[in-house]
């Protein structure tokens, strides 16, 4: 019975939350400033006090008041219910998208955060989002010659007063020697040890940047700091992009423009292809591969990128089909052959979906696992991807370092869609309607 109580608590409360931010955002147009604070506020301490109470009958009672309240308010400061709803639709539309948002960048937010983590801070529950580091000081060295970590006795002779540990013991104690602060030694008292438990660190908020130099340190020195598996990566990605542009733009130009004998068959097979998994002609492509001596080299992962994909075929046809034919028509009065149409005519009128199709073959090339799995087996020819997963295999149990090189290897991608993603959306949705 709780539960359901629950249930129906939070369903008040979402209902809250849509229609009083509905009421802040008609304040803001309507310039009543007084409206929008006072309803943030008590949207404030509607979530306060149901986080502070936890008891499920008080927080129904609260969601429902204050979405009556807010529904009433709404209406108030709207033109007529027609305005009211059309805000109110909008205000949970961009709720809803500001939630998923966030769950989706829960996890790249833990990546940046596990990256930048101390060793210690690993594992401890509840979890630690902001990266600290053990405090210490230069007066005292430990015996590797590193500071001393500051921590602070709970037990003991020194409970309660600063202590700097300054080695680490065969019996798991730690030796401590008394501090009068950050910046004085008891000279008197004499160094004893304590249990680990009997210590509490002094931490400060400090992200761990070595974390990412001690990544690429510990990649084989023939790859030269990763150098390698990056201009790997890069090879791959620029020739599989130039490949797709070229091949699959030059296909549907053939397929939307030019008269040629069993083109909608052909076209018709072409889709078909799209129907067929990818397992199926798995084992084919590699018997044909190896036949050729491509084994372990990097030709099986760009070459295919040059006959073309069935999707980008498609997609590039509907926009060249949405081109008028006035165009063309002028271009071959002015003495354009086939192929001065196509270049200089037809592609600059689908580049957003040549850039949408960049970027999907970019991001394809630069993630791709699965290839390099399979034709390669020399570490000089590694990509990214594949370099990450060996990675993985030798450093699993430090996720700080492994966070830290996965880091190194996702942020250009996610930037690259992050500056391209206008580019991307419009190339996609314009599909069939043309680029201009």
Known sequence: MNAFIWLLAIIAIITAL??????????????????????????????????????????????????????????????????????????????????????????????LSTSLKADDEQAVFPPVWI???????????????????????????????????????????????????????????????????????????????????????????????????????????LMSVLGTLLASSMVAYSFARLSWPGRNLLFGILLATMMVPGAVTLMPQFLIFRSLGWIDTLKPLWVPAFFGSAFNIFMLRQFFLSIPSELEDAAKIDGCGPFGVYWRVMLPQVKPALAAIAIMAVMGAWNNFQGPLIYLSSSEHMPLAYGLQLYQQQHGGEPGLLMAASTMVVMPIILLFFFTQRYFIEGVSLTGLGGR
């Open 18 to 111: 849509i229609y009083g931010v509905s009421v802040i955002v008609a304040a803001v147009r309507v310039r009543n400033l007084a409206a929008a604070t006072v309803t943030a506020a008590v949207l404030a301490g509607m979530l306060a006090l149901t986080l502070l109470v936890r008891f499920a009958p008080v927080s129904l009672a609260l969601g429902i008041v204050v979405a009556l309240g807010s529904a009433r308010w709404l209406r108030a400061l709207t033109r007529n219910a027609s305005h009211a709803s059309e805000i109110t639709r909008l205000s949970a539309t961009h709720l809803a998208l500001l939630v998923g948002s966030f769950m989706f960048m829960v996890p790249f937010a833990w990546l």
């Open 131 to 237: 990266p600290t580091q053990h405090r210490t000081t230069d007066l005292l060295k430990m015996k590797d010659g590193k500071p001393a970590r500051l921590s602070q006795a709970t037990a003991g002779d020194y409970a309660g007063m600063l202590v700097a540990e300054i080695e680490e013991l065969p019996d798991g104690k730690i030796m401590v020697k008394p501090m009068i602060n950050e910046n004085a030694v008891q000279g008197m008292a004499p160094p004893r040890p304590m249990m680990r438990s009997e210590l509490t660190k002094l931490r400060h908020v400090a992200p761990k940047w070595d974390n990412y130099s001690e990544a690429l340190a510990y990649l084989p020195p023939d790859t030269h700091y990763g150098l390698t598996f990056l201009g790997n990566t890069l090879f791959l990605t």
